[in-house]
């Protein structure tokens, strides 16, 4: 059965921390690996991954993708108020989307 | 960038009564959509992928007859929830791929619509 696991599931942090979230996969016909941050409505695109190794990214903002081992890493450095939101993370396979239960997180002044 | 606008937002009904939403591609056409539910502090669960002109393709478990799609021009689809009852309260969100662009093959999302079932 194919599965997207998200970790941790919630942090706080302080403002100015780094913050790594998590997430791996095991599905069949891999396509992609797409970040959203969801506020409190729809989720927003962050990044799309489809090859290993290859560092996206956007500000403060990071993303990379392991296919070998099956997982992704979100950094977030320099965090500030408005990054608190639910990140989640999909995997494509098979022209759907399937998401992992996502990582709240929150930081604070 | 690529546009989807969902309407209504929020919306209250009745037990009993039927609900629908809508989902439109407002600067591309989306051959297909996708519909999503959310539970509190869940994650967003495929429900059926929308296909215009053609039938909806249901996710495992979901009930065709109780969420009623119908994707019947390029940039329109419509989710109707039938004969509601308050487990069906939630929050649905649609989403489409543009297609071409520079975001072509990232999904968007609409804002949502959050049902509540009385």
């Known amino acids: 059965e194919d599965k997207v696991v998200q970790s941790p599931l919630s942090l706080v942090v302080h403002e100015g921390d780094t913050v790594t979230l998590n997430c791996s996969y095991e599905?069949?016909?891999?396509?992609?690996l797409l970040w959203y941050k969801q506020e409190k409505k729809a989720p927003t695109f962050l990044f799309m991954l489809?090859?290993?190794?290859i560092e996206k990214k956007s500000g403060r903002l990071s993303s990379i993708l392991d296919k070998k081992e099956l997982f992704s890493i979100l950094n977030i450095t320099a965090t500030q108020t408005g990054d608190s939101a639910v990140y989640l993370c999909?995997?494509?396979?098979?022209?759907?989307?399937?998401f992992g239960a996502g990582t709240q997180v929150v930081v604070t002044p | 960038g690529a546009v989807v606008s969902q309407h209504p937002s929020r919306v209250i009904c009745k037990s009993g009564t039927s609900v629908k939403i809508e989902c439109r591609s407002l600067?591309?056409?989306?051959?297909?959509m996708f519909w999503y539910r959310q539970f509190p502090k869940k994650s967003l669960m495929l429900m059926a992928t929308?296909?215009?002109?053609?039938?909806?393709?249901?996710e495992q478990g979901v009930e065709k007859d109780k969420f009623l799609i119908n994707h019947a021009s390029l940039t329109l689809s419509t989710l109707t929830v039938t004969s509601a009852h308050p487990e069906d309260s939630s929050f649905y969100i649609c989403?489409?791929?543009?297609?071409?662009?520079?975001?072509?093959?990232?999904?968007?999302f609409g804002a949502g619509s959050r049902l509540t079932v009385l």
């Open positions: 989403s489409a791929r543009p297609g071409t662009g520079s975001g072509a093959n990232v999904l968007t």
């Open positions: 599905v069949t016909n891999f396509r992609s």
């Open positions: 489809t090859s290993s190794g």
């Open positions: 999909a995997v494509e396979a098979w022209g759907k989307l399937q």
């Open positions: 600067d591309f056409q989306a051959t297909t």
């Open positions: 929308s296909n215009e002109g053609s039938k909806a393709t249901y």
